[in-house]
């Protein structure tokens, strides 16, 4: 089955910081990845999606994530992080007619004043 | 549009006694899910439905039954609560198949003693 290795349970980074969290996958086909936010006591929140279209995927609040085929990864960055960005991200991988989407253990991002 | 709903938010139980989770979505959606969320392990699969009278096994269902009688509502039941499954649990949708954005509800918070 896929399945994604978020590297890094906790990030902390200073606020207009670079935020870099690191997702690996493993899947036998290409894959369909996604990048979710949690804020505390909410659901999660899709950031971004890659379907196979084109590498570099841009989301929401700022945020974008490149899909490497040769490295299988799909880290999810910020130039400049606000205070606002503290949260916790899950990483998840799915396949085309799959119904399974599978998630990472999670990355809390604590953004320093 | 009120998006998945979930009732109720905060559940404690007694070992061995049987509870029903309550999802519902009001976006139409052929796709609904369950989720539990336990630290460090991130977000795993439990039950699945593709429509009204389809469900299927995710990753972890032991413990738990679902039904699916309409599009609108997917219950989840323990038939027997164990300390183990004391979790968060959310109940997620989306349009088609797990490759689209899932919607997710805010979460129930179960303890079993």
């Known amino acids: 089955a896929q399945s994604v290795t978020q590297l890094g349970s906790h990030v902390s980074v200073s606020e207009g910081a670079l935020v870099l969290l690191r997702c690996n996958y493993s899947?036998?086909?290409?894959?369909?990845l996604f990048w979710y936010v949690q804020y505390p006591n909410q659901g999660l929140q899709l950031l971004l999606k890659?379907?196979?279209?084109?590498?570099l995927v841009k989301g929401i609040n700022g945020f974008e994530a490149e899909f490497k085929k040769s490295e299988t990864s799909f880290h999810l960055t910020k130039p400049s992080a606000h205070m606002s960005d503290a949260a916790e991200y899950f990483c998840?991988?799915?396949?085309?007619?799959?119904?399974?989407?599978?998630f990472g253990a999670g990355t809390r991002l604590t953004v320093k004043p | 549009n009120a998006g998945v709903t979930q009732t109720p938010k905060f559940q404690v139980l007694k070992t061995g006694q049987s509870m029903t989770l309550q999802c519902a979505q009001d976006?139409?959606?052929?796709?609904m899910s369950w989720y539990r969320q336990d630290p460090g392990m991130g977000l795993r699969l439990i039950h699945y439905?593709?429509?009204?009278?389809?469900?299927d096994q995710g990753e972890v269902p032991n413990g738990y039954n679902v039904s699916r009688s309409t599009t609108e509502d997917f219950p989840l039941r323990l038939l027997s609560a164990a300390p183990s499954q004391t979790s968060v649990y959310f109940c997620?949708?989306?349009?088609?198949?797990?490759?689209?954005?899932?919607?997710f509800g805010s979460g129930t918070q179960l303890s079993v003693l």
């Open positions: 997620a949708s989306s349009y088609y198949q797990g490759v689209e954005k899932l919607f």
């Open positions: 998840a991988v799915t396949m085309y007619n799959n119904n399974d989407m599978r």
């Open positions: 899947s036998s086909v290409p894959p369909y």
């Open positions: 976006m139409n959606h052929e796709y």
């Open positions: 439905s593709v429509g009204a009278g389809i469900t």
């Open positions: 890659y379907t196979s279209a084109a590498t």
